[in-house]
């Protein structure tokens, strides 16, 4: 669906090599996280996608056609959801989705355009200009904008940047619904939280390489040998009597909860130690490392 091939991009003004002979293959139906600081070379990347910036060299086909020999093609092919908000604000919701239409020769489109609103909960803003929407209804706007073509690959960057929580979780019920019916999704995101609920794909590019590139359980599991225990009591603890799990960090929260940091493999021995001491617990929580913690690891210089 979209084949990346040894991409690079340099920037004259300041010779900023912003990707360094990337290549990354997205099959038809993933749902991907690009994840990466500020300046790592997302949004390159993007605009490589997009049109809006030549690449160095490289090659780049989106749905078997080279963005150099057929780039309309490629435009059809694909959706962008940018971070920037800048559009002509004189037009109404319904007007700008027709005009966006229409650059794709797409013409006689209103059931469409009313399945999106409704979908977006925007149905009641079509004929609202796009200078008196709230910035949650711009994002949202955007998304519809860039499906109005029904491309069969979505690219949203930072879609829930300044969005509240509410409206956040009501876009990750839109995306997941589309993503079942057959679009591919790449989502790059500051908030690595809802990279982990909605992908099944971690991209994780850093200083213009990527660095990490596995299914997420995959990589979740690559670097979850440490997990987290936390035992519940019906009495209180005291960490003179806990000497024998010192290994393991112990740590007490409200006198009668036990936090452990334990090797997997250690496990069984770690609950046999408490079960010699006849220590009863009435309830326990194992926790692997979060997607934050292994992304942190992996872009530390």
């Known amino acids: 669906m979209l084949e990346i091939s040894n991409l690079s991009k340099t920037y004259q003004r300041g010779n900023k090599e912003a990707l360094k002979n990337i290549s990354l293959k997205i099959e038809e139906g993933e749902f991907t996280a690009l994840l990466g600081q500020n300046g790592a070379g997302k949004s390159t990347l993007i605009n490589i996608l997009a049109g809006n910036v030549k690449k160095t060299q490289g090659i780049v086909k989106i749905g078997q056609y080279s963005i150099d020999k057929n780039e309309l093609e490629t435009k059809k092919i ?122 099944n794909r971690i991209v994780i590019i850093d200083d213009g390489k990527i660095v990490a590139d596995e299914p997420k359980e995959q990589l979740m599991d690559s670097f979850s040998d440490e997990v987290r225990i936390e035992l519940h009591f019906d009495h209180e603890l005291n960490l003179a009597d806990l000497e024998f799990l010192k290994g393991y960090d112990p740590q007490i929260e409200e006198k009668t909860s036990l936090k452990l940091k334990v090797q997997k493999k250690d496990l069984s021995k770690v609950f046999r130690m408490i079960t010699d001491k006849k220590l009863e617990f009435t309830n326990i929580f194992v926790e692997k490392p979060k997607l934050e913690e292994i992304y942190l690891k992996l872009i530390s210089h």
């Open 78 to 199: 694909i959706g962008i959801v940018p971070q920037d908000t800048g559009y002509d604000f004189v037009f109404t919701v319904d007007e700008a989705l027709k005009n966006q239409s229409g650059y794709f020769g797409i013409k006689n489109n209103d059931d469409y355009i009313d399945e999106l609103l409704e979908a977006l909960y925007l149905k009641d803003k079509r004929n609202a200009r796009l200078r008196d929407l709230s910035g949650g209804m711009r994002r949202r706007f955007l998304i519809a904008k860039a499906l109005v073509h029904q491309p069969k690959i979505l690219i949203l960057d930072e879609p829930t940047a300044g969005v509240d929580i509410e409206m956040r979780h009501t876009l990750y019920e839109f995306l997941i619904k589309l993503h079942q019916s057959g679009t591919t999704i790449i989502l790059t995101t500051h908030y690595l939280e809802e990279a982990e609920i909605l992908c």
